[in-house]
């Protein structure tokens, strides 16, 4: 029987083996810690090392599983930072939130630093497209 996790009560069991990290709920098993929602429907999972997966367990593209506890810690960082931002994106601009929120987590940025470095990455890709220069 699962227990009720003080994060979130979306437990569920990804079938990776994944570095041995402490949970406050004491579970020691892989186990989702936080789940949300992108603006299109599409459930990101929060795993209690810090790894961030598609409802069904796939990594999401630019995230690495951490394996240290000092990756485990900016994993979680990141992902605190991508499941506070991840409703107002489609899933199709989800690996885009996942870097912006690697490098802010890396600064100890705050949201507003995730959100500001989207908006650049945003901008230098429409030039890019449009032909601009880098
Ligand atoms: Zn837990």
Redesign the pocket.
């Known amino acids: 029987m699962a227990k009720k996790?003080p994060l979130d009560c979306s437990h569920g069991r990804r079938p990776v083996m994944v570095a041995a990290t402490h949970?406050?709920?004491a579970?020691s098993d892989p186990?989702v810690?936080a789940r949300r929602s992108t603006s299109d429907g599409k459930h990101v999972l929060l795993w209690?090392d810090g790894s961030l997966t598609w409802a069904l367990g796939e990594a999401i593209k630019g995230f690495a599983f951490p394996r240290t506890t000092e990756q485990a810690r900016l994993a979680l960082a990141a992902g605190r930072l991508v499941l506070g931002e991840v409703c107002l994106w489609d899933a199709m601009d989800v690996p885009d939130l996942v870097s912006a929120a690697r490098w802010a987590a890396a600064r100890h940025g705050t949201p507003g630093d995730l959100r500001a470095r989207m908006k650049a990455v945003r901008e230098r890709r429409s030039t890019d497209r449009d032909g601009g220069a880098l």
Do not use: A, D, M, T
Request: charged share 10%; aromatic share 0%.
């Open positions: 996790h949970c406050p709920c579970e186990h810690i209690q």
